[in-house]
Every structure is written in C-alpha cells, then in structure tokens.
C-alpha cells in the first residue's frame, strides 16, 4: 500500500497555485498553511518551481532566437536546460536527507546503523540543543551515505530493512537522467565509457565521446522522473 504517514504522504500539489517567498522561496497557499506540511509536498513543490523559473528564461531566450541571435541564444538555451537539470538534481537529494530525517524521529538507532560515526563532547557542547544533535547525526549520516557516489545506492541505503521500496522501473527510469546530470558537472556533458556500457543497450544514439541533446524536453522529463520517485510503497 501507499504510506500515509508524515513520513511518506502523497503529495497533493495537483492543481495547487504556487506563489514565491522574499527572496524567491517557495510558499505555499494560505489554506494550505493551515494543513500539515509533508517532504513529498516540497519536493514537488521545489520541481514546480525550478521549472516556471526555467519557463520564464526559456521563453525569454526562445523570442531572442526569433530575432535572429541565434548561435549565443541557442548556447544560452542549453546552459539554461544543464542549470535546471542541476537543481532538479538538488531538490531530490534534499528530498531523500528529508526522508532520512523523518526516519530518525521514528527509528533513530536503525538511522544511526547505516554509517556509523562518532560525536566528541566538545561537538556536542558545541551544537547545544538535544535536537541539534539529532540533525547533526543525520547530516553525517548522509554525507557518509553519500561517499559511495551512487545515488541508486543511496536510495538503497536509506531504504534498506524499512519495510518500503521504491518501483525499480521508476528508479531505472531516474537513473538516466541522474547520469546525465553527472557528465554536465563531471565530464563538460560528454558521454564517457562508463555511462556507454550503461546505456547504449537501451538508447543506441549514446556514443563514448559524443554529447547527449540537453533540451527543454529533457528538463520537464526530469522533474517528473524525480517526482515519481517520492512514490515510495510501504510494505506490510
């Protein structure tokens, strides 16, 4: 069945009007702020917004191309759509540190077993509240999770002996745009050895050396790929 704990709430953000903060941060509306929040509500929420604030450039930059600018304009579309597909990328992680945080408030030993670490007196002074220390811990317990550099991995982790799982197709499906996200940081956008033994079985227009079509396409896929992956069953 679905989770309908704090936890793991559906996210409700169908048809709901999103309005921005000071200084651009999301908000949600008066009635909404009446209900209990959930981390499935801002990651959707995140997703949402980074794509309006990639629409609005985009459609800026797509009236230029019209005008005839097109060899600056079209390079600045596609660092626009590699910008998004970056920050998309953030909300997820944010989103699965969410999860690890709401596991703690329920299972706090079982959280601290995934990667064991140390506090020195002087840290804890230091930190000062009881709930200071508990955010600490799970920040250390994410950053270590986060070494194996595998964000399919990192699920694994988070998730494992929870009782909940994650669609491996929508995982797969994640994944893709995950890697792709990895060679605009790490690799300049250029398909490498790795990410070919990866994926051409599956898309045969991946080529070692070759550079992957980063479109407007490409970044609403991604937000709904991401999206679909706060769908997180529960298992009796």
Known sequence: MRATSSSFKRMHS?????????????????????SDGTI???LTTRLTLTLQHFEIVNTAL????????????????TRN?????????????EYLKSILSEMFQKRPLQIVDKAQDTLQFQEILRLGTYEAVCNHMVDRVFRKLQNDRSTRRLIERILARTGANLDC??????????????LIVHNSGIVDQQFTINYTHKRKYV??????????????????????????SMLN
């Open 40 to 42: 499935c509500w801002v």
């Open 207 to 232: 080529k070692e050396g070759g550079k992957l079509p980063i479109n407007e396409g490409m970044a609403k896929k991604v937000s709904a790929r991401y999206a679909s992956c706060a769908k997180i």
């Open 14 to 34: 169908s048809g709901e009007n999103l309005t921005f903060g000071t200084l651009g941060t999301w908000q949600k509306p008066a009635q909404a702020l009446e």
């Open 62 to 77: 797509r009236q230029s191309l019209r005008d005839n600018n097109n060899a600056i304009i079209n390079h600045a579309i």
């Open 81 to 93: 759509c590699e910008l998004t597909l970056q920050l998309l990328y953030t909300h997820l992680n």
């Open 169 to 182: 197709d929508v995982l797969d499906d994640a994944m893709w745009y995950i890697d792709i996200r990895h």
